[in-house]
């Protein structure tokens, strides 16, 4: 028994170590892709080229790749999906995605490798996933003896504008290609340390909701009050009455947040406006809560409208704009746990930790479509653990100044992801 116990125990130490040793020589050529991808972003739905580079590496691997996989709903635009597939025996089939889009961010880390594109950033760290991505392709096609079953890799566009998933399931994904048993990725995160790998079973990431409400009034003189229906005024109520949804009809329970990003109305100081646009972003976790609080922004809105005497034909319009909202990302909780489990093993149990849910939003659960396919998504530390000790400002994703440490943030990305797809097709 006991020598059995020392016989795993040494070959599971040593396939550890072999996985090391294969990223060690990886590293170099996966540090040049991901600078070569950092200095040359493209924004949402124009991933021309980084979709050519991200696909000419996984053909050089053995893949078979196809390209130009998606449809949007906008007429004349192109989507630069791809998929890349790997059969190796019989066995479940694993998805593998990375985003691929970049933001417009005037880049301010001041890095040599940093965007020689003006106002367009790899501020998100999806330059980060698409390295991560060729890496683990790279380990699964030299370990091959190692997993049967089906690898599907995924470059997905436009994630940023919550479009992507949806494009390349609208055009077919899963009839085309082998539908999944499984989905993973991995994305960085900005305040853990760099290749630290973090896990949320459950729900990880928030239904995101983009609603416009059209304010109406009666406009005339600044001067003449009575003889109109003031829609910055009304407005105004709006916005601070909006915040008592959260506040006085939520549980407490269940995570949420009505933000009013955008307040426009009126030209000139002495004109009452016709009306007021409020553009708002909206955050729930269940599919309860979010159609209760929607529900609520529209009643409050109206409901103060009415009060001022806003004529019924002029209500307030309230629109959810579906393009540009999406779902929760929940994370199956066997699925999850069953990862965290083999990476706190083979990675040291300081290396995987636990983390809260993020009220940000994802199109990658769409994937799953609607809890049919488990999914999973990890994070990846990215910053130096010096300045998360010393206390400095960290700059969070999105901002022009996250610059994600390359090597032990690929590093520990390639390894959770190689470690979960052998782990998913032993
Ligand atoms: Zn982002
Ligand atoms: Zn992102």
């Known amino acids: 028994m006991k020598s059995f116990a020392l016989t795993f125990f040494l070959a599971t130490a040593a396939s550890a170590q072999s996985i090391d040793s294969m990223i060690d020589r990886e590293l170099p050529s996966l540090i040049e892709t991901y600078k070569t991808l950092h200095t040359s972003p493209e924004l949402s739905m124009q991933e021309e080229k980084t979709s050519a580079t991200v696909a000419a590496r996984l053909r050089q691997l053995g893949y078979t790749v196809a390209d130009h996989i998606g449809n949007y709903e906008q007429a004349g635009t192109t989507c630069y999906g791809i998929v890349a597939v790997m059969k190796n025996g019989d066995g479940p089939v694993v998805l593998l995605r990375s985003d691929m889009d970049a933001l417009p961010v005037q880049e301010q880390t001041g890095l040599p490798y940093a965007s020689r594109v003006a106002n367009v950033m790899h501020a998100c760290g999806h330059d980060v996933h698409m390295a991560t991505l060729v890496g683990t392709a790279s380990l699964l096609a030299q370990l091959e003896s190692r997993w049967h079953g089906t690898v599907m890799l995924i470059g997905q566009p436009a994630e940023e504008v919550v479009q992507g998933a949806s494009a390349m399931l609208r055009d077919r994904l899963y009839e085309r290609f082998p539908r999944p048993n499984f989905a993973i990725a991995v994305h960085d995160n900005s305040s853990m340390p760099a290749g630290q790998i973090g896990y949320c079973p459950g729900y990880f990431m928030a239904n995101s909701d983009s609603v416009n409400i059209t304010i109406r009034g009666v406009g005339g003189h600044g001067a003449s009050p009575q003889s109109t229906k003031d829609p910055i005024v009304v407005a105004s109520e709006v916005v601070l009455a909006l ?29 009452i406006p016709d009306q007021v646009n409020l553009l708002l972003t909206v955050r729930t976790y269940k599919p309860e809560v979010r159609k209760r609080v929607l529900a609520s922004i529209e009643r409050v809105a109206k409901g103060i409208a009415l009060a001022a005497g806003i004529p019924e034909d002029r209500a307030p319009i309230f629109e959810v704009v579906r393009a540009e909202s999406t779902d929760s990302t929940y994370n199956d909780p066997t699925l999850t746990e069953r990862l965290a489990r083999v990476l706190k093993k083979e990675m040291g149990a300081g290396n995987v930790v636990q983390i809260d849910p993020l009220m940000v939003s994802e199109d990658f659960g769409r994937f799953g479509l609607e809890r049919q396919i488990p999914v999973c998504m990890l994070n990846v530390g990215a910053v130096d653990p010096a300045k998360i000790a010393s206390g400095a400002r960290l700059p969070s994703l999105h901002s022009s100044e996250f610059a994600p440490v390359p090597e032990p943030t690929i590093r520990g990305a390639v390894k959770a992801m190689t470690l979960s797809v052998l782990e998913l097709l032993r």
Request: aromatic content about 0%.
């Open 243 to 271: 915040q008592t949804i959260v506040s006085r009809e939520n549980s407490p329970l269940d995570p949420a947040v009505v933000t009013v990003g955008s307040i426009h109305g009126g030209t000139k100081r002495n004109i």
